[in-house]
C-alpha cells in the first residue's frame, strides 16, 4: 500500500490563526480524503480533494473554513481556517489506490487550538 | 444514508481468549466493508475487509464474516496478545452516498495480562 505522510504531526494554535496541514504520498493515487477525528470519536469525512479542481466538501463543512489544495496525484493540503478550541481534533488525509473502495490512512495531525 | 453502528463501545479480555465486535449497517447496497485498528498517537490501518460477495474471511489470527440478509458484520480476533489493545472502527461503503466511507462510532479492545 502506499506510504503516507503527514506535516506537522502536531501542533498548538491560537484561535483566529490559520494551519495549513500537508499530506505527501509516495506513489500518483486516484482519490485522496481528508478527515476529522474529534476527541474520543469516530472518523467524520470533511472533503474529497480532487486534482485540477475544487474539492467537494461534505454537510457541515465549507470552502471558507476548510479550503483545500491538490495540485498534483501525489500531494494534497488542507487549511484550518480563523480557527476556535472547538476545531481541536486529529486531521487525517487518506487515499484510494485506483477504484479499489480501500482508504489507507496517514498519522494524522494532532491540532490543539487555545 | 447510510448508518453504521457499533457494539460495544468498550471490550476488555484475558490474554489469550477470543475478542468479537459486531457491527449493523442500514444501506442494503453497501458492498464493501473494512475493518481499521487505531493505535493511540496514530492513523487508522486497515487490517481486513470483506466484500458482499464472500461470507467469511480469514487472516492469521483476525477473521470477519459478513450476513447480508441481516446486514451484520463482525470482527474475530483470536488468541488476543497485549498487542491488540487499540480502537477498532468497522466501515461500510455507501453507494447511496456517493461512494462514501461511513465508520461506526468505534471499540476500545483492553487485553488483560
Known amino acids: 500500500s502506499a506510504v503516507i505522510s503527514q506535516k506537522p504531526s502536531r501542533d498548538i494554535c491560537q484561535r483566529g490563526t490559520s494551519l495549513t496541514i500537508q499530506c505527501q504520498v509516495d506513489s500518483q493515487v486516484t482519490m485522496m480524503f481528508w478527515y476529522r477525528q474529534q476527541p474520543g470519536q469516530s472518523l467524520t469525512l470533511i472533503a474529497t480533494a480532487n486534482q485540477g479542481s475544487e474539492a467537494t466538501y461534505e454537510s457541515g463543512f465549507v470552502i471558507d473554513k476548510f479550503p483545500i489544495s491538490r495540485p498534483n496525484l501525489t500531494f494534497s493540503t488542507l487549511t484550518v481556517s480563523n480557527m476556535s478550541p472547538e476545531d481541536s481534533s486529529i486531521y487525517l488525509c487518506s487515499v484510494e489506490e485506483g477504484h479499489s473502495d480501500t482508504q489507507y490512512f496517514g498519522p494524522g495531525t494532532r491540532l490543539t487550538v487555545l | 444514508g447510510e448508518n453504521v453502528e457499533q457494539h460495544p463501545s468498550t471490550l476488555s479480555v484475558q490474554e489469550g481468549d477470543s475478542a468479537v465486535i459486531k457491527c449493523t449497517y442500514s444501506d442494503s447496497a453497501s458492498n464493501y466493508f473494512p475493518w481499521y485498528k487505531q493505535e493511540l498517537g496514530k492513523g487508522p490501518q486497515l487490517i481486513i475487509d470483506?466484500?458482499?460477495?464472500?461470507g467469511e474471511k480469514k487472516d492469521q489470527r483476525i477473521a470477519v464474516t459478513l450476513n447480508k440478509t441481516a446486514k451484520h458484520f463482525s470482527l474475530h480476533i483470536t488468541e488476543t496478545q497485549p498487542e491488540d489493545s487499540a480502537v477498532y472502527f468497522c466501515a461500510a461503503i455507501s453507494y447511496s452516498s456517493a461512494s462514501k466511507i461511513i465508520f461506526g462510532s468505534g471499540t476500545r479492545l483492553s487485553i488483560r495480562p
Open positions: 470483506i466484500r458482499s460477495n464472500v
